[in-house]
């Protein structure tokens, strides 16, 4: 049975980093089974090949792409790629960014460079790539991932990472604002905790971590990648071209409920 027309995304072409696995994954194939062709960005090239197989399969157009998302010039190749392989870009998942904690008092202030670079400047940077593509287009839509952990604090050695997240959400403020009026919307998505083999490994080491973390999800589960796709192939498609500078959580409600419910008793160095 045939979707709704505001969601089909035939003809469009999406740019998704972190594409080798997790939320880029699905937000990617999702984009895909919606009917846009994709370029995969990923430092996991194999990864990135694999989920190009995938998405070739369902009919469309898929290049991965070696690119690591932190460094400016790789991100520049990677959209001289897109022109080349493309010739438009009508979607931007700016998914991928490695995160870096530490308790604040005794973090090195280089670590803080590091993860503004990872998360904001690399984020940044894909965006204007993009942007200035989608302003001569007239339209566009680019979609960047946040956190909770940007939103609320999360009070466990997160704070470089949430530092970055806040900044990635008022990225997104500003950007929406600028753009809104040429056509290009930018909106962001904060997730909670979804299943990765970093957030396995971690809650197998310290088993009470799982407890404690599914306390503050109303939703009584933890995500997972593929909850990703609804929300990205909204903002990505028709269905939202009114919607620009949203900031949306996807964490099972735990925004709603107040973060604290996660994190019973204050700081303490746990995940
Ligand atoms: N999983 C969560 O609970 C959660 C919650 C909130 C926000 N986030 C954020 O969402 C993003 C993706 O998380 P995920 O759970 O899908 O992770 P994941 O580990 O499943 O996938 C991350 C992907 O990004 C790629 N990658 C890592 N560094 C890269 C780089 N420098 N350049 C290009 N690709 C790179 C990895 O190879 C991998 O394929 C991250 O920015 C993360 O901080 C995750």
């Not at 690591?68 to 998942?93: P, Q, Y």
């Not at 704070?159 to 929406?176: C, D, F, H, K, N």
């Not at 933890?222 to 929300?231: E, H, L």
Request: with cysteine; net charge positive.
């Amino acid at each position: 049975m045939p979707g709704h027309q505001l969601f089909d995304m035939l003809g469009r072409v999406a740019v998704v980093s972190g594409a080798a696995s997790g939320m880029g994954r699905a937000m990617a194939i999702g984009f895909a089974e919606a009917g846009a062709d994709v370029m995969l960005a990923d430092v996991d090239v194999a990864g990135a090949v694999a989920t190009a197989a995938h998405i070739r399969a369902l009919g469309r157009k898929a290049v991965p792409v070696n690119c690591d998302v932190t460094n400016i010039l790789s991100v520049r190749a990677m959209f001289a790629l897109l022109d080349k392989e493309f010739g438009r870009v009508d979607v931007l998942g700016n998914v991928a960014g490695p995160g870096m904690g530490g308790a604040p008092e005794e973090i090195d202030v280089s670590v803080m460079t590091q993860v503004l670079q990872n998360l904001v400047v690399g984020r940044f940077a894909a965006c204007q790539e993009a942007g200035r593509r989608m302003l001569k287009q007239g339209r566009g839509s680019i979609i960047n991932i946040g956190s909770i952990g940007g939103w609320n604090s999360l009070g466990r050695h997160h704070m470089p990472y949430g530092t970055a997240m806040g900044a990635v959400i008022q990225m997104t403020r500003e950007l929406s604002t600028e753009w809104a009026a040429r056509g290009v919307r930018v909106n962001c998505i904060l997730p909670a905790q979804v299943l990765n083999k970093d957030l396995e490994a971690r809650m197998k080491t310290m088993p009470a971590m799982r407890d404690v973390f599914l306390g503050g999800i109303p939703a009584g589960r933890f995500g997972k990648p593929d909850d990703i796709k609804g929300v990205a192939i909204f903002l990505g498609s028709d269905a939202s071209s009114w919607v620009t500078g949203a900031i949306i959580p996807m964490d099972g409600g735990n925004l709603a409920m107040n973060a604290g419910g996660s994190y019973p008793g204050g700081p303490r160095p746990m995940g």
